[in-house]
C-alpha cells in the first residue's frame, strides 16, 4: 500500500479526532487559550539513517525532525520524549551515540526531555515526539490569496548531499562540507515558528520537498500559488551536483526533502514584522495548484518526487 | 545490554529533564496550575503480539497501554497519538485491523487521535502516545508509612492466559474466555486514575508484574512495603492453570504483566473518598524492601521476573 493509501484508511477507521482535523504538521488540543501541539516521528535506521551519519547525528535528527513539526505549528517547544525499538546485539556504542545526540539536540534548543521508552525489536528505531504551545496554531490550511510565500533557508542541500555521498561524487572539500552539513545536522527553526506564529497565515514544514509541500498548502487551502524560480533560495553547492549528474538545480532544490525550512504565507502588510532572514519566493492568488514561473512563462509545477532522482540508487 | 543498563546510559547522557525527573509513569511539564502529562510506549508485532491477538486488539492495546500510563499518573487523558512502522509486505487486512482498534478504544475511552505518521520499516512497530492533564500528578514516589496498599481488579489472568495458550493446557472454555479477555483485550483503569489524582499518595501501572511494580515504589518512595497473601486478588482461572502447571497460584499472580491496573498508596483517612472498587494488599511502613505475609510469617518477596515461568517458553 502507499502511504497516501494507508492514511486514507485510517481516517476512515478513527472517528474521535483533536481540536484540529488530522493533516497538519501536528495534532493539536485546546486548553482555555491555548493550544498544546503535540507531534511524533519515527526514525526507522534501515530506512532514514544512511550510513555516513553518524548514531550521535540520528539522535540530533530525530529531535530536530520532530521540534520542526512544532515550530510549523507556530508554537513554542514544551518538551520532547521518545521510544526505543532496539535489536538484542545492538553495539553499546550505537545507543551511546544516540543518547548524546538527542541530550546535545536538547541542550542546543533548550528543550527538556520529558519520557523514553525502550522495548526490544528486530530493527533499530527510534519514534521520537514533541510538545508545543500556542496560543494560535499555523495551519497548512490558513493561506489567503494576496499573501506572499516564503520560505527560510535554503534548499537543495540535504539531496545534492545524499547523491554527492551515493554516487561518489568528485567535489570540492568546502562543498562536500557544506552539503553534508545539512543532510547530517539539519537545523530545526524553533525560533521562526514561534514568531510565524503570530504574523503568518499558513506554515509547513520541508520534510517531502518544497514541491510537494507548495502542493499540500495550495490543496489544503483552497487556493493557486505561484512561484518565481528565480527567488528560489538554492543551497551552496547544490549548482555544482546538479551539473555533475547532468540534473535541472531547480528541480533538484525543489525535489530535496528532510530540509526542515518552514514555508510560510504572510499578508504583504505584515511581512515587515518578521525579524529573522528568509526568501519571498512567490505569491498566493485565487485559484487552484501550483505554478512556476521561469524564462517569463508560466507552467504548472509538476509534483517532484525523490524517486525521480533515486533511481537505481537505493 | 539489559533495560536498566540502557536506561542508565541514557539518564546519563540527557541533561535537560521535564519538571519531574525521568523514571515515572510518565513525564510532566507544568502549565500555570496543571501539569500536562505525556507518555509513549511501542507495540513491537514479533515481541510483543501474540498469534491469538487479531489486529484490532493490538491497535486497542496501544491505545490501552498507553492511557493506562497516564491514569498511573493521576491525569486525566486529553488524546492518543501514534507513529507506525511498515513492512513494504504487510497485509492491508492488518492495518485495517490496527486502524480499527485504535478507534474502536478512542471510542470507548472517549480520547480523541490526534496524530499519526507512518513510514517504512523491516519490522511491524506501533509506537503510541497519549497527553493527560491533572492538577496533581501523582508519583511513584509519594508513598509514605502508614498509607495503604492497594490495587484495582485482579491479577494473574494475564500470564495464565499466554501460558494457557503456550502450553496448549486443557481448561474449560468459560476459563478460558476469562483469561483471554484479560490477556487480549485488557482495560485501562481512566476513571480509576482520575479519582487517584485526587487522593492517592502515589501509583504505578501494572506493565511488569505486581512484584516489579511494589519493589519500585518501595524503592522510589524510600519506604517498607508488607503485603498480606490472602488479600493479593487472584484472577479466575489463575489457580486452575498455576495447579495444572505446577506453579504457586500466588507467585503467577504477582509476574503476570502487562495487566493495567493501578498499584496505589493512600492515607487510610482518605481511602473512603474512593468510590470505585479495589483491593487493599497491604500497608507502607517505614525502611526499605518489600515483605509478604504468608501463613503468619512475613518473608521478603522476591522479584519475581516473567523469566521464571516464560523458561523454554519463547
Known amino acids: 500500500m502507499r502511504e497516501r493509501e494507508i492514511i486514507e484508511l485510517f481516517l476512515k477507521e478513527v472517528e474521535l479526532q483533536g481540536d484540529l482535523p488530522l493533516g497538519d504538521d501536528a495534532g493539536a488540543i485546546k486548553l482555555g487559550n491555548a493550544w498544546i501541539v503535540v507531534t511524533s516521528d519515527m526514525l526507522v535506521w534501515g530506512t532514514d539513517v544512511p550510513p555516513i551519519m553518524t548514531p550521535e547525528q540520528a539522535g540530533m535528527k530525530v529531535v530536530i525532525m520532530n521540534l520542526s513539526d512544532v515550530a510549523a505549528m507556530g508554537a513554542k517547544p514544551l518538551g520532547f520524549f521518545f521510544s526505543l525499538g532496539i535489536p538484542r546485539d ?4 550505537v545507543l551511546r551515540g544516540i543518547a548524546k545526540g538527542i541530550g546535545r539536540a536538547a541542550n542546543l534548543y533548550r528543550v527538556p526531555v520529558l519520557s523514553g521508552d525502550t522495548n526490544e525489536g528486530r530493527e533499530l528505531v527510534i519514534d521520537g515526539g514533541a510538545l508545543g504551545l500556542t496560543e494560535r496554531p499555523l495551519l497548512r490550511s490558513g493561506a489567503r490569496p494576496g499573501d506572499l510565500v516564503c520560505v527560510t533557508g535554503d534548499l537543495g542541500r540535504a539531496l545534492a548531499g545524499l547523491l554527492t555521498w551515493k554516487k561518489g561524487l568528485n567535489i570540492s572539500p568546502s562543498i562536500r562540507r557544506s552539503l553534508y552539513e545539512k543532510l547530517l545536522e539539519p537545523t530545526a ?6 514568531e510565524l506564529g503570530k504574523v503568518a497565515n499558513a506554515a509547513i514544514d520541508v520534510s517531502d520537498g518544497l514541491s510537494k509541500e507548495l502542493h499540500i498548502l495550495a490543496e489544503m487551502s483552497g487556493v493557486r500559488i505561484v512561484v518565481e524560480e528565480d527567488r528560489i533560495p538554492i ?4 549548482q555544482e551536483v546538479a551539473e555533475l549528474l547532468g540534473f535541472d538545480p531547480i528541480e533538484l ?3 530535496s526533502g528532510e530540509e526542515f525550512e518552514l ?4 499578508s504583504p502588510e505584515r511581512v515587515y514584522e518578521l525579524s529573522f532572514d528568509f526568501s519571498i519566493i512567490g505569491r498566493v492568488d485565487a ?5 512556476i514561473e ?3 512563462r508560466k507552467e504548472r509545477m509538476p509534483l517532484f518526487g525523490w524517486e525521480h532522482f533515486a533511481e537505481g540508487l537505493l
Open 287 to 291: 485559484g487552484k495548484g501550483v505554478y
Open 235 to 238: 543551497g551552496e553547492g547544490v
Open 189 to 194: 527553526r524553533v525560533e521562526e515558528g514561534i
Open 263 to 266: 514555508v510560510f504565507t504572510v
Open 90 to 93: 545492538i553495539g553499546e556504542d
Open 253 to 255: 532544490a525543489l525535489t
Open 294 to 296: 521561469r524564462g517569463g
